[in-house]
DNA sequence: CAGTGGTCTAGACCACCGG
DNA sequence: CGGTGGTCTAGACCACTGC
């Protein structure tokens, strides 16, 4: 098929496993189906099961298997999109921004988000914890700091630690003049925290989306978002709900 | 410490010796400096080599080592930040796009690219390759297909498959009013001939940026490119070169 | 409780790089 | 050539889910 031409080198059994299922999950299975477990499928194809594990672990950071420990493998509906752009100028906590404010509390965030800060040291900030649902799945959380200078007219001590205080301090923000904001994403592994938040296992891949937001003349917040990188697709601008990457359709089984 | 306590179902042991390793690296190692190999690190923690190397690829995951065969575990120097929006309004090929472009020639997009065009089937599109390079690295390869009717001045017929289509295709684009754009940031694995360009092997992580261009009220490119998730930080609006996402700063060995 | 995926081991061989 | 990381095996045990 096409360029498949004769490999003198033959790649990587997990790699050509890990193509052989993919075209099965194409043509023999509907979405939400359980595959066999490990142990067959891995007879079947003839490996070790480590192998036949190395070949799922790519499919799964592709987005077309889910695994849950104790239950099984099944076959992963198309990613979602999730739109990270929506409001380009609006602060978070904006009227419906899809997030749901959790916790918040205050702390000293780590030093690389310290360090976003134009001359931040070890200063205690609003620390906002979030979650992002959609189709009735988490799939983000994220941590929102804010510098106590940000919003000055919030007294730490008038809301204690909780929901309450968390929607405190996206109020006042909103008072703010949001004067820009600068987005950047990478490959990162999940937390323990984040990883039990959306139900996934430590070291999971995410995708993180750190966001600065500019007011003042300075950096008045940062925002820190994991987004489940198995299940996500992050669109930017406004996007309509079409399906990509998947090399094949998704069909139902006979 | 901090909310390190007393772990009742201790934490796997790829997932503590990720953390004792990370933590080594911001205190004993210098970017670039060679670590030891993984025969002599497993014995050192008392683990076996699978799992010592089930942490190292965590960390190679979130950029903090840099793994070659034959040569070593160096560590690696924060990410790159790859801007991805500059010109937002722009086509690619545009002045001074941070794109080489490599080849072109005419072929039948995969079905998911298909399926971004309106109304599209097996056509034939101009597929043109580019790459990315930063820092004298290339961190990205691109395919962009372009429908022959988006740029009917072209007779493919006038310009041989090579560089000189691919530059030809992109100079026909610029004559286009570009009505908009969509962007999507996707986790993915690199195919075989995309991890060859990037100098990594078949199944390594990529940030895969999809883009839509409208134009005509339709859409008239689309652009698939694949970034080293392992060294790239994909920044959105103006972004300054700030490190981000290490929990350490990087610091010299003694 | 049985069955699933997740972790871990000890060892072997291969592919690649540099001297 | 020796040393590195990459692949693969066969087996064991653990943690979780659901019945």
């Given at each position: 098929m096409g360029t498949t031409q004769l490999e003198s080198v033959p790649e990587p059994k997990y790699w050509h496993l890990r193509t052989?299922?993919?075209?099965a999950l194409d043509s023999d299975f509907a979405v939400g189906e359980i595959l066999p477990n490990e142990r067959d499928l891995a007879a079947r194809f003839g490996v070790a099961r480590a192998t036949l594990r190395q070949a799922l672990e790519q499919l799964e950071l592709e987005g077309r298997l889910q695994r849950r420990r104790g239950v099984?493998?099944?076959?992963?509906?198309?990613?979602?999109?999730?739109?990270?752009?929506t409001a380009q100028?609006?602060?978070?906590?904006?009227?419906g921004d899809a997030w749901q404010t959790a916790d918040?509390?205050?702390?000293?965030?780590?030093?690389?988000?310290?360090?976003?800060?134009?001359?931040?040291?070890?200063?205690?900030?609003?620390?906002?914890?979030?979650?992002?649902?959609?189709h009735g799945q988490a799939v983000a959380a994220e941590l929102l700091y804010v510098p106590v200078g940000s919003v000055p007219e919030l007294s730490a001590i008038d809301v204690p630690s909780g929901p309450a205080r968390g929607?405190?301090?996206?109020?006042?923000?909103?008072?703010?003049?949001?004067?820009?904001?600068?987005?950047?994403?990478?490959?990162?592994?999940?937390?323990?925290?984040?990883?039990?938040?959306?139900?996934?296992?430590?070291?999971?891949?995410?995708?993180?989306?750190?966001?600065?937001?500019?007011?003042?003349?300075?950096t008045a917040a940062v925002s820190v978002a994991t987004y489940r990188a198995d299940t996500c697709r992050l669109t930017f601008g406004d996007s309509v709900d079409?399906?990509?990457n998947h090399p094949g359709q998704q069909r139902q089984a006979s």
């Open positions: 052989v299922l993919s075209e099984g493998t099944t076959v992963a509906p198309p990613r979602t999109a999730v739109s990270v752009s100028h609006d602060w978070p906590g904006a009227p918040a509390t205050a702390a000293v965030p780590p030093t690389a988000v310290a360090r976003l800060f134009d001359a931040a040291t070890g200063e205690e900030m609003h620390t906002v914890r979030r979650t992002r649902v959609a929607r405190a301090v996206l109020r006042e923000l909103q008072r703010l003049e949001l004067e820009g904001q600068e987005r950047a994403v990478e490959l990162g592994s999940a937390r323990a925290d984040d990883a039990k938040e959306l139900d996934r296992l430590p070291g999971a891949p995410v995708l993180v989306v750190t966001t600065r937001y500019f007011a003042g003349g300075r079409v399906e990509i």
